[in-house]
C-alpha cells in the first residue's frame, strides 16, 4: 500500500469513528461524558446503546472490563428523561439485578454520575444491612433501584416493594446469577414484573443455561458478542507455578518480595481460606486485608476502601470479587488456588489490566488443581506458560493435553477435581461475589473508573 492510500484508510477510519454524541443521547448525559473526559464508546457500547435506545430486548456477551454498565445505563438514562413520570409509590420504573452487594454499590453509583444532570432517583437493596432505610427509599417510588436477589424479595414479601409499573428490567453478570443458585429467585422476581418490559441480559460468559434462560425472558431479543466468550485480555501477562499444597503460603509470601506487586489481589476458594492467607501474609510483614461472605458490610467496605486508597497491598478475596471489582491499578492477581468453574478464571485475572493498563496473572497449581488448569486453558483456548516451583521433583510428569515447563507433551492420566461444586458465596441471593459493573475506558469510554463504596440510597 503506498502513503496515499494509507492515508486515506486512515482517513476513512477516522471519519468512520463513533462517538457518544453519534449514538443520540441525550444533551445532559453528553455533558456528564464531555464532563469526566469520555468521547469514544467501547465495542459493546458502540453495539448495545441503539438496540436499547429503540426498545429491543438484548443479549449482551462481552468480556469484563469491557463497559457493560454504561452500555446498559446510558441508554436507560435516556429513556427516562425523556419521558419523565413519577414511578408509581413503593415501585420503580428500572430494576437492575446483580449477584453482590459490591457490584450494586458499584451500578447505582454509575447511574448517579451518568445521571447527575437529570434529576433521576436510584435506590440499593442488597442483604447485609438494615432493612428500614431502603424501606424508606423505596416508599415514595424511585426510578432506578440497583439489587441482590435475596434482598430484593425479603422487600416483596413485606410489601416494601412492587414491581407491577417496572418497564426495564436488566440482569448483569447473568453467568454468574447462575453460577451461584440464582435461578430460582430470579424466576419468583420476574413473576412480580409486567409481561411487557424490556429485558437487557449482559454477561462475560455464555454457558448453555444462559441461553436457556434468556430464551424463557426475552422476546425475540438481538444477540451482540464483542469479544471471544470466554477469552482472556491480552494486555494480562499469565503463568503458572507448579507447587506442593503445602509450600503455596511460603511461595506467596516470596513473590511479595517483588516490589512491582504493589497493587494485588490474591484468590481462594473458600472463606476460612481467605482469612488463613490473610493471616500468614499479616505475619510476614505484609498489609493485608480480606473479603468474603462471612464479613459484614461494614468489614467489606472497609476492606475496598482500603485497597483503592493503598493504604493496604493486598486484598484477599473469594470470587465475591472476582467480578465487579473495579479498581484501576491492581498490578497483580494471584490464584492461590484454582477456581472449580473454569470461567471465574477468565473473571479473576479480570481485576488487572484495567483502563488500558498492563497486569499480571499467577496461578498457583498444586497436583490435585491439575484437571481445573487443563479445564482453564481448554475453554481460554491457550496454553499458560508454566514454571516449576516443587522442592521434591525436576519436571512434571506428562499427561494429555497439556503441556509441562520443558515445552514438552504431559500425557500422565490427571486426577480430576469435581466440577460441581457451587462457589463458595452467599446463598440465596443475600449478596455472593461482585461482578464487574465495569464502565467505559477514560477518553474511550465511561465507567473506567474506581466507584467508592456508596451506601444504601
Not at 437529570?118 to 439489587?147: E, I, M, N, S, Y
Not at 470466554?230 to 507447587?243: E, G, K, M, N, P
Not at 499467577?362 to 516443587?390: K, M
Request: net charge positive; charged share 25%.
Amino acid at each position: 500500500m503506498s502513503a496515499q492510500q494509507e492515508r486515506r484508510a486512515t482517513k476513512r477510519k477516522t471519519m468512520q469513528l463513533t462517538t457518544f454524541s453519534d449514538l443520540g443521547l441525550a444533551e445532559p448525559i453528553l455533558r456528564t461524558l464531555e464532563g469526566e473526559g469520555y468521547v469514544t464508546p467501547t465495542p459493546i457500547q458502540t453495539k448495545a446503546i441503539p438496540i436499547a435506545l429503540a426498545g429491543r430486548d438484548l443479549l449482551g456477551i462481552a468480556q469484563t472490563g469491557t463497559g457493560k454498565t454504561a452500555a446498559f445505563a446510558l441508554p436507560i438514562m435516556h429513556r427516562l428523561a425523556a419521558d419523565r413520570r413519577q414511578a408509581q409509590r413503593k415501585g420503580c420504573r428500572v430494576l437492575v439485578l446483580t449477584p453482590t452487594r459490591e457490584l450494586a454499590t458499584q451500578i447505582a453509583q454509575s447511574f448517579r454520575t451518568y445521571g447527575r444532570h437529570l434529576g433521576l432517583t436510584v435506590a440499593v437493596v442488597f442483604g447485609g444491612v438494615g432493612h428500614r432505610p431502603q424501606t424508606q427509599a423505596l416508599a415514595r417510588g424511585v426510578d432506578v433501584v440497583v439489587a441482590t436477589p435475596g434482598r430484593l424479595i425479603d422487600h416483596l414479601t413485606e410489601r416494601d416493594i412492587t414491581l407491577a409499573g417496572t418497564e426495564i428490567l436488566v440482569l448483569d453478570e447473568a453467568d454468574r446469577m447462575l453460577d451461584l443458585g440464582f435461578l430460582p429467585p430470579i424466576r419468583r422476581i420476574v413473576s412480580h414484573l409486567p409481561a411487557k418490559r424490556q429485558n437487557l441480559f449482559f454477561s462475560a460468559t455464555m454457558p448453555p443455561e444462559i441461553g436457556k434462560l434468556a430464551d424463557e425472558l426475552l422476546r425475540d431479543p438481538t444477540r451482540i458478542a464483542v469479544t471471544p466468550v470466554a477469552s482472556t485480555v491480552d494486555s494480562v501477562a499469565q503463568r503458572v507455578l507448579h507447587v506442593e499444597s503445602h509450600n503455596k503460603r511460603a511461595l506467596l509470601v516470596e513473590l511479595f518480595g517483588d516490589p512491582q506487586m504493589s497493587r494485588a489481589l490474591v484468590f481462594t476458594r473458600t472463606k476460612r481460606g481467605a482469612d488463613r492467607v490473610a493471616r500468614h501474609l499479616e505475619a510476614a510483614g505484609i498489609r493485608v486485608a480480606a473479603i468474603h461472605g462471612n464479613k459484614s458490610q461494614s468489614q467489606r467496605e472497609r476492606a475496598l476502601a482500603s485497597f483503592k486508597a493503598s493504604k493496604i497491598r493486598v486484598l484477599v478475596a473469594t470470587d465475591i470479587a472476582a467480578r465487579g471489582i473495579d479498581i484501576d491499578q491492581v498490578t497483580h492477581v494471584v490464584n492461590y488456588e484454582l477456581p472449580d468453574v473454569p470461567e471465574s478464571y477468565v473473571h479473576r485475572i479480570g481485576r488487572t489490566a484495567r483502563a488500558g493498563a498492563a497486569g499480571t496473572a499467577i496461578s498457583l497449581c498444586d497436583v490435585d488443581e491439575r484437571g481445573l488448569l487443563r479445564d482453564i486453558e481448554r475453554l481460554t483456548r491457550q496454553s499458560i506458560p508454566a514454571e516449576d516451583r516443587r522442592h521434591d521433583a525436576g519436571g512434571l510428569p506428562d499427561r494429555p493435553g497439556h503441556r509441562g515447563p520443558n515445552g514438552r507433551p504431559d500425557n500422565r492420566r490427571q486426577q480430576q477435581t469435581p466440577r460441581g461444586r457451587q462457589q463458595h458465596g452467599e446463598r440465596n441471593g443475600r449478596t455472593a461475589g461482585p461482578s464487574a459493573a465495569a464502565g467505559p475506558t477514560r477518553r474511550r469510554a465511561p465507567g473506567k473508573r474506581s466507584a467508592n463504596a456508596a451506601g444504601t440510597a
